[in-house]
């Protein structure tokens, strides 16, 4: 597995918008974003089911970006997409791509310590 590559950040007003890319090789049954503001924990804040079982497709939001942030897949199989709208101040952080997933991780539970392969992040910095 190759580092995932994030790409996409930069500073923007409160209200804006910003569209975050992540380029993944290897096979993974899930991709995440995650983000770490200063002095603050790792946080997941989306994920999407990647395998090929029954919920293929699904895609999993934390409660403070939902209905605000999307994720999903490109249109390469290896790109993923977060596309973020209303931003708030709260939402500056360092964004990361996760891929991966250890066998006995779970795409729902949005964990750090079930990915092995992190990218190097991307600034995402948010003005009132």
């Known amino acids: 597995q190759v580092q995932p590559v994030e790409s996409g950040g930069g500073s923007v007003q409160a209200g804006g918008s910003l569209r975050l890319s992540c380029e993944v090789s290897?096979?993974?049954?899930?991709m995440a974003w995650f983000r770490q503001a200063s002095g603050k924990q790792r946080e997941g804040i989306a994920a999407?089911?990647?395998?090929?079982?029954?919920?293929?497709?699904?895609?999993y939001h934390a409660d403070s970006v939902k209905g605000r942030f999307t994720i999903s897949r490109g249109p390469a199989k290896n790109t993923l997409w977060l596309q973020m709208n209303s931003l708030k101040p709260e939402d500056t952080a360092m964004y990361y791509c996760?891929?991966?997933?250890?066998?006995?991780?779970?795409?729902?539970?949005?964990?750090?310590?079930?990915?092995?392969?992190w990218g190097q992040g991307t600034q995402v910095t948010v003005s009132s």
């Open positions: 999407i089911d990647t395998g090929s079982g029954l919920f293929q497709g699904s895609t």
């Open positions: 996760a891929s991966n997933i250890r066998a006995n991780g779970r795409c729902w539970k949005l964990l750090a310590d079930e990915y092995r392969d």
């Open positions: 290897g096979n993974s049954d899930c």
